[in-house]
């Protein structure tokens, strides 16, 4: 039996892991969760699980927690650096980072450092500190398995092929909700139109920034670092059936691709049993029923922020950093109504065009120190606008 920790284990990836888990009771216990601010859902998980340890986002989430749950798990911690213990134990077999944010690097690179198994489903992590996690895996000989649906489409493709045999790597996006209209028709569109994804159930933040397709935008970044590729070897078509994942053009002009059910399931339960194969106990991929399987070109005039994420493949690490901070801050003023959402792209656009060039982003404490700039950079922006 695996001892198993999840970080970020009340939101949407979180509660996919612990049913994948419950699924396979006897393959894993459930170690450690680290949580935000949801300390009634935690509180259920706990009593459920019995973890060992466990971790919330303040000090005062900590004590509510005592107060709600008839569960005592041996520690009890809280802050950033309370996550960092958490995915940092070496009692840990498997860690599943699934944090939203730049918040999910440091336990993350915790987790990594430690030497477990790491199921990475936080994409900000590689975004913003991907040159730090691979020198890190190097020297721990942990694994990095990547959850994204994508990803892992790719992982699988590529587990039997060898890295100089692969031309491209085309990652598939659904379009999200707006994929049909225009631009102008877009800027209206009210963020709880945003938030009707026509695929997948997802956080906040990652369905506003799959309906910008900033999330695919971040994936080429991560795709980066997680198979180590050039510019010219990504790519995004655009799929609104999200049946095939990801496609891998081989130099022989095969193309590799891996197609599912649209269920977050089944990549989590892969990247936790990898290599082996499990039953997920979910129905078979029917493609008679489907009949069509569509794929569209990326328009960047109706989808700017990919321009960015192609153009982070080129540039120094900071501005990787400041297109995530940015995004992050865009997202959330779009949420709260103080801008439209054609503005996301702007506001970002706006703070990269106004950063510093050539920063020299070399360790954890640069890559925090890069984020601080931007984010404040950033929030001038939307306070002008407001």
């Not at 339960?269 to 290599?275: D, E, I, N």
């Amino acid at each position: 039996m695996k001892n198993l920790t999840v970080l970020g284990s009340t939101g949407s990836i979180g509660c996919n892991t612990l049913a994948v888990a419950a699924n396979q009771d006897s393959a894993f216990r459930i170690f450690g969760l680290a949580a935000g601010r949801n300390v009634t859902l935690l509180a259920e998980q706990a009593e459920r699980f019995r973890p060992e340890i466990l971790a919330l986002e303040r000090e005062e989430d900590a004590e509510a927690f005592r107060r709600a749950s008839s569960f005592s798990p041996s520690k009890i911690l809280f802050g950033p650096e309370g996550a960092a213990e958490v995915a940092g134990d070496t009692r840990n077999d498997i860690v599943v980072s699934a944090i939203t944010g730049i918040n999910g690097l440091r336990p993350t690179l915790a987790a990594v450092e430690s030497g477990a198994r790491v199921a990475l489903a936080n994409k900000e992590s590689l975004v913003v500190g991907g040159f730090l996690l691979r020198e890190a895996a190097s020297r721990s000989g942990a694994e990095i398995i990547p959850v994204d649906s994508e990803h892992s489409a790719v992982f699988q493709c590529l587990a039997k092929e060898r890295a100089q045999d692969v031309r491209k790597v085309i990652l598939t996006a659904s379009g999200g909700p707006f994929f049909r209209l225009t631009p102008e028709e877009m800027r209206s569109k009210s963020p709880e139109e945003a938030l009707n994804h026509p695929r997948w159930k997802m956080g906040k933040k990652v369905t506003i920034d799959s309906a910008t397709m900033m999330n695919k935008g971040l994936e080429l970044i991560e795709a980066r670092w997680l198979f180590d590729l050039e510019r010219d070897q990504l790519g995004i078509l655009i799929h609104p059936q999200s049946i095939v994942h990801s496609l891998v053009e081989m130099r022989d002009g095969s193309v590799l691709a891996q197609m599912s059910l649209t269920d977050m399931k089944i990549p989590i339960q892969y990247a936790l049993t990898f290599p082996e194969r499990i039953d997920s106990g979910l129905p078979s991929l029917d493609l008679s029923r489907i009949k069509e399987l569509e794929f569209y070109d990326v328009d960047l005039n109706q989808f700017p922020l990919v321009s960015l994420a192609f153009e982070a493949l080129e540039r120094e690490q900071a501005f990787s950093v400041g297109l995530n901070a940015a995004n992050e801050l865009a997202v959330e003023a779009y949420l709260d109504k103080q801008i439209d959402f054609f503005q996301i792209h702007e506001v970002v656009t706006e703070s990269l065009a106004s950063q510093e060039q050539n920063q020299n982003v070399l360790t954890l404490d640069d890559i925090f120190a890069v984020d601080r700039e931007a984010r404040e950079r950033t929030r001038q922006l939307l306070q002008q606008r407001k």
